[in-house]
């Protein structure tokens, strides 16, 4: 770009952060187990924090205040630049042209294989189309009952444990979310013989990207497949496959399969019956990418979810006023009625919205994003030239003082409507926001409540 459009971010040395790393060393917070009231975390907290304290937490204090709103990082040997300004955040976010993610989505690939969040281009922008409509509230209202017993069944399984002092809630928790999207997803109720759901490939597994990130010469595939932590994820990625393919083997010789998914009624119809239906009509829509798309539904959803529950479990036990107020409002719209509720019923629980939502805040679902420009974008004086990564950290926006005073407090009230109407809304983006949000966000809200 010539000077008279705007200088380049690239001219600012001043405004470079170390290689292969945010932030110096010494500046990095140390994580912790917490423990407070009933509720302590172990390995998923410890995990979440150490990644969003060690960097994304000082992108939004020390870096900020040193670098201000946008600054140039080196991630391994490839410059990019931060933004945290929501003004920044929605040129970027909100260009239909600017949806191509960077480089190190590819390292998903063994994971999550190529669905919606690691899919770009052309197959991306296809299969976003064809599976938008299934995420109409007609199609989740089905599925209320099942997020309903499953509920019952955590809270059973929570008032039967021996020791309500100390409880670490992520294992009873992340079992139930397993168990619901087994049965909205794949279309395996709880319990059933058909498929051994303890068997289960998405119970395990793990994302190795941040291992690979820590050791840069793994970032080549010709090397990274020599290792033994390849072998395993490789080896974890054929029983995903496996299993998915056996699911949905199962699901189109059975005598029902296709007559839900047309019917045009509210019920529980999976995930699983609706893509393969999608694969009759459209030809470019192939079994492979039914697979890849259960196991992105399904692997997405367990950590994403899980991990809002969890954490919003965790401030409520920390914040008993804040408890008492969620009760209250639960006893104004149940009564001492045990119904499932209805979507209605659901859209009356604000507080308990907003207590979600201040969750979401502190914790977000998606704490980074990345973008790779494909053309120039001018913030302000600066312009960022195309094929640059621009990385977007919602954990550290949401924790701006300026936009957040005390952002460290858990205040529901944040979200109420005047608050919220005064913010920009770029300032609160848990699953991302523009084309490439998440598909899932009103199934993960109407879900959580």
């Not at 969003?52 to 040193?66: F, M, Q, S, V």
């Not at 119809?269 to 890849?292: G, M, N, Q, R, Y």
């Not at 207590?355 to 704490?367: D, F, N």
Request: glycine content about 6%; overall charge positive.
């Amino acid at each position: 770009m010539s000077p008279s459009a705007g200088s380049s971010l690239f001219a600012q040395r001043p405004r470079s952060v170390g290689c292969c790393r945010l932030l110096q060393p010494r500046r990095c917070i140390r994580a912790r187990v917490v423990r407070c009231r009933e509720i302590r975390f172990q390995t998923q907290f410890r995990e979440y924090n150490a990644f969003c304290c060690t960097g994304l937490k000082e992108l939004g204090e020390t870096a900020y205040k040193e670098y201000g709103p946008m600054f140039r990082v080196w991630l391994t040997v490839l410059p990019s630049v931060v933004l945290l300004q929501p003004e920044h955040l929605q040129i970027i976010l909100a260009s239909r042209k600017n949806t191509e993610k960077m480089y190190f989505y590819k390292l998903l690939h063994n994971f999550l294989g190529e669905g919606l969040i690691t899919s770009t281009g052309r197959k991306w922008r296809h299969h976003r189309r064809l599976i938008q409509p299934m995420f109409h509230l007609s199609i989740l209202e089905g599925f209320i009952r099942t997020f309903h017993d499953s509920a019952r069944h955590l809270v059973a399984k929570l008032n039967n444990e021996a020791d309500l002092s100390s409880i670490n809630i992520t294992l009873p928790v992340n079992q139930c979310v397993v168990n619901i999207l087994h049965e909205a997803v794949l279309g395996i109720p709880t319990g059933s013989q058909s498929t051994d759901v303890s068997d289960s490939p998405f119970r395990q597994g793990k994302v190795v990207v941040p291992y690979r990130m820590q050791h840069p010469w793994l970032l080549l595939d010709c090397i990274y497949r020599l290792t033994e932590v390849a072998r395993r994820e490789l080896q974890h990625q054929k029983h995903i496959i496996h299993f998915t393919r056996k699911v949905s083997k199962n699901k189109i010789s059975s005598s029902d399969f296709g007559k839900s998914a047309v019917s045009g009624t509210p019920q529980d119809i999976p995930f699983v019956d609706l893509l393969l239906a999608a694969s009759e009509t459209d030809e470019t829509f192939c079994e492979e990418d039914v697979v890849h798309e259960l196991g992105t539904f399904m692997l997405a959803g367990q950590d994403s979810v899980g991990a809002a529950l969890a954490f919003s479990l965790f401030e409520l036990a920390r914040h008993p006023d804040v408890q008492e107020r969620v009760v209250r409002e639960l006893n104004e719209v149940f009564g001492s009625d045990d119904r499932t509720p209805s979507l209605s019923d659901l859209r009356r629980l604000q507080y308990l919205e907003q207590c979600i939502k201040e969750t979401l805040r502190l914790y977000p679902s998606v704490p980074l994003m990345s973008r790779t420009l494909t053309e120039d974008a001018k913030l302000g004086k600066y312009t960022i030239p195309a094929g640059c990564g621009v990385l977007i950290a919602p954990f550290a926006t949401h924790r701006l003082p300026g936009i957040y005073p005390d952002p460290e407090k858990f205040d529901p009230d944040r979200f109420l409507v005047d608050r919220v109407e005064s913010r920009h809304q770029y300032a609160f983006l848990p699953f991302s926001l523009g084309p490439r949000n998440c598909i899932g966000e009103l199934s993960h809200s109407t879900w959580l409540r």
